[in-house]
């Protein structure tokens, strides 16, 4: 089975502009979260979303919107680009929603997204 | 408020002996603690998780973890360690009942031949 996939890998964008990042989760999964790692730092909790609806926000301003599509696929968007926003974009994706002893979450490999 | 603390930056171990990198925690209720791996230039790899039961949860790559309520601690370990484990690690903490998680900074563990 194909882990947790995401696209593009790289990227650059001028300050301003708009990015829309793509996360297709384990086949089966239905929970899908965002994280921004900016370098030299944990990742930080950006949105999670579990059957199509938000559950979960973290610190970030509304420049940062996302959604999830009925095959559980996730796209991330970010407005109006800042120089601050250079980071890898982290998906990770679960069974459901909530932590017990069989669910597990699972991180794709990232989106890196340089703005200049 | 949830919180974690990994307070080394960087531990230096030579291969064949044990490792420990620190972690400790702050959080509201029950914590569901995690560790993951990062390989330079990639996303995280998903080591082990205490979610209840015994207090030493083992995992992959030969990693385990021993869950101290008292100290509120989630210390990773391995017995010998290897060139290979050379990576970042991070801790991480859940109290709540969605996937939102606290990472700590991480820990650069260099291991030499």
């Known amino acids: 089975d194909a882990g947790v996939t995401q696209s593009p890998t790289h990227l650059i964008k001028t300050r301003g502009q708009h990015v829309t990042l793509r996360c297709s989760p384990i086949?089966?999964?239905?929970?899908v979260s965002w994280y921004q790692q900016v370098l030299g730092q944990g990742p930080q909790f950006i949105f999670q979303?579990?059957?199509?609806?938000?559950?979960g926000r973290g610190n970030f301003p509304d420049r940062f919107s996302a959604r999830q599509f009925p095959n559980y696929s996730s796209e991330l968007n970010v407005n109006a680009l800042l120089l601050g926003d250079s980071a890898l974009y982290l998906c990770?994706?679960?069974?459901?929603?909530?932590?017990?002893?069989?669910?597990?979450?699972?991180f794709g490999e990232g989106s890196w997204l340089t703005v200049v | 408020a949830q919180s974690v603390a990994q307070p080394e930056d960087q531990v230096n171990v030579a291969e064949g002996n044990p490792l420990t990198v620190k972690c400790t925690y702050s959080?509201?209720?029950?914590?569901?603690l995690f560790w993951y791996v990062q390989y330079p230039n990639r996303g995280l790899q998903f080591l082990l998780k205490?979610?209840?039961?015994?207090?030493l949860v083992k995992g992959s790559y030969g990693f385990e973890a021993e869950f101290n309520k008292s100290q509120t601690s989630f210390h990773l370990k391995k017995p010998s360690a290897l060139v290979s484990d050379s990576a970042l690690y991070f801790c991480?903490?859940?109290?709540?009942?969605?996937?939102?998680?606290?990472f700590g900074s991480g820990t650069k563990l260099n291991v030499k031949p």
């Open positions: 959080v509201s209720g029950n914590p569901y």
């Open positions: 205490y979610i209840t039961g015994d207090n």
């Open positions: 086949s089966g999964h239905k929970s």
């Open positions: 991480a903490v859940s109290a709540y009942n969605f996937n939102k998680f606290y």
């Open positions: 979303y579990y059957e199509k609806e938000e559950r």
């Open positions: 990770a994706s679960s069974l459901s929603q909530g932590l017990f002893s069989g669910n597990t979450i699972y």
